[in-house]
């Protein structure tokens, strides 16, 4: 397992269940029951994928204290986990999004333009918080981040709104490689590592509910389908491996689903419907084609 992912996933996960039950507490007083009474009481902390992931850590615990004839009773195996429904896609409304630029704005001075490129660039949040300026190429427009989530490289192209806020925040360069950095302190021209409790401050603020950093990714592609984007351009933006992870906002395209609504015509449309249907077409274009002169 790299690195990153034992921090963020495994590290994080075994600190959870140490804290629950303690470093010295026997495996054999860990019923089944303790450990559903862990699941309810951490969910109210932290999201349910969070808890299946805690779960998991320890369900492979177990298992391992088993292969090594350690321990053989798994009390995990019988907690049901959560498997939340990750396909679900929550992005802001213009409204929203503006109140919560608003709300930004107020509590730190990096709040605000962190959004901003999160929405505009579908960058993670780990990603904008270590940008240095050197990955910001002004002339040819681009971001480029030479390792991501799946230690591929990106180039993501600057809009207007992107150059708007790092020409902001170009007034108040300190000589730190990093666009986020800390100001002073003995940290002072490092990066900014956590965003949690300010943007959490920021939605509290802007009465925005069930929404996290990381939906700031969907508004990006939904926004760009929504808009005529085209589904490979979204997938090449958020730096997805394959097409299937793109296709969970396909739906918010109405071009998208009303050309493949039209290939139900070949078979449910007579050949005279089909004739009729494709004269229509021609002649409402010819129309719009005069009008337009």
Known sequence: MHNRSYRTYTDTSLNAIEQEFGRESPLARIKTAAVEKFKLSRVK???EATVDKYLSVFNAFFNWCDVQGIFHDNPVRKVRMFRPNNQIV???SADEYQRLLDAAENIRWY?????????NTGLRRSNILALRWDECDRKAGVIRKAKTKN???VAIPMNAAVSAVLDKLEERRNGSPYIFPHIEGEHAGEAIKDVKNSFRTALKEAKIENFRFHDLRHCCASWLM?????????????GHKSIAMTLRYAHLSPRYLADKVKLLE????????QMED??????????????NK
Not at 111 to 119: H, N, Y
Not at 279 to 290: E, F, L, Y
Request: charged letters at 20%; a positive charge; glycine letters at 2%.
């Open 111 to 119: 709040l605000r333009p962190v959004i901003e490129l999160a929405a």
């Open 90 to 92: 929550r992005y802001l």
């Open 278 to 291: 494709a004269t229509r077409s021609n002649s409402q274009q010819d129309a719009a084609n005069r009008s």
């Open 151 to 153: 230690n591929e490289a």
């Open 45 to 47: 902390q932290v999201s």
């Open 226 to 238: 929504m808009n005529g984007a085209d589904l490979n351009d979204v997938r090449q933006i958020l």
């Open 266 to 273: 070949k078979t449910t449309l007579p050949n005279s419907c």
